[in-house]
């Protein structure tokens, strides 16, 4: 293996250029997602005990919403009810893990490329394998931020349902004595934002896999017809 040798000229081209910014969108992709928490608020009034208190379900990533429960400020049953026994619906932590774990992945993958684009660029270009290597994994990056990313979408559109005012209707005191009224839901901002770069780390893969494909055997013409030449068959002359 040759010896490690830097050359910056590689990120001035699009392969590595692009990979770059695949780096820069993956740390956006997963950091918007994996670091959200928020919290859903509901207003109790309890006719009988001329009550008014708000009760919070505290939520996050992975989003298992089944695992947030309800509870009072102070800590206290609001209108007798133990509200901890209730919680939001839905477990989102499938589709949420397998965008960030993805993320993560591609976040790593691409500070590899990178130290071989930079560092033995030689070896990138001269060995038949590594630039395939890097095109079949590039191809499969695009089309998993496509699953993972949609997957995730429909997810975040299913927990914007859970925590919004639909909520109200799937807690059982809240149709009976007690008065329930919808307060408010953190902004998911972050959350579509981390859609918004899902996509774009799909257009920045498939985009790269043509300059990935230049690099490979398969775009380069091989060197048989040179060797052969070589051999002692001349080329035919003209008349």
């Not at 009034?45 to 992975?62: Q, S, V």
Request: aromatic residues 14%; charged residues 10%; glycine residues 8%.
């Amino acid at each position: 293996m040759s010896s490690f040798q830097l050359n910056i000229n590689p990120l001035k081209e699009p392969l590595g250029f692009i990979k770059v910014l695949e780096w820069i969108a993956s740390i956006f992709a997963f950091a918007t997602c994996g670091g959200f928490k928020g919290k859903t608020e509901i207003q109790v009034t309890c006719p009988k005990l001329n009550e008014n208190k708000t009760i919070t379900a505290a939520f996050g990533y992975p989003f298992r919403l089944n695992e947030a429960s309800f509870q009072a400020h102070p800590d206290v049953n609001v209108c007798n009810v133990n509200w901890k026994s209730y919680v939001l619906i839905g477990d989102y932590s499938s589709s949420a893990q397998f965008y960030v774990t993805f993320a993560v992945f591609v976040f790593l993958y691409c500070i590899a490329a990178l130290l071989l684009y930079v560092g033995y660029t030689s070896l990138y270009r001269d060995n038949r394998k590594l630039p395939m290597i890097d095109f079949v994994v590039t191809l499969v990056a695009a089309f998993l931020w496509l699953v993972s990313t949609s997957a995730w979408a429909k997810a975040l559109t299913d927990i914007k349902i859970a925590t919004g005012h639909g909520i109200i209707k799937e807690l059982q005191p809240c149709n009976q004595e007690v008065m329930c009224y919808f307060g408010s839901v953190t902004s998911m901002g972050s959350l579509n934002v981390s859609v918004i770069f899902g996509f774009l780390n799909m257009i920045l893969w498939g985009g790269n896999a043509w300059f990935v494909y230049k690099e490979t055997s398969l775009h380069s013409p091989s060197n048989t017809s040179t060797s052969h030449s070589q051999g002692g068959i001349p080329p035919p002359s003209g008349i």
